[in-house]
């Protein structure tokens, strides 16, 4: 499909975006799942950082 003006090219985007990241959620989600067991108890990563943004991400992910 090629846009023959703004709006359809605004809908060729959107639709491609959402369409990507429904396609790279499953690897995001065992990726974060993977950083998480590595994740000392303490809720830090190994590098020190906190983990809250990580646990705010899956809720939204996993909605």
Known sequence: ??????EE???LVTDTTLET???LTPQLIYLLNETK???RPDG???N???SSGYDRLCQVLYQ
């Not at 499909?1 to 703004?6: A, E, G, T, V």
Request: net charge positive; proline share 5%; aromatic share 4%.
């Open 1 to 6: 499909m090629i846009p023959k003006d703004k």
């Open 9 to 11: 090219l605004r809908k």
């Open 21 to 23: 990241y429904e396609e």
């Open 37 to 39: 067991k590595k994740s």
């Open 44 to 46: 830090r990563s190994e």
């Open 48 to 50: 020190g950082r906190d």
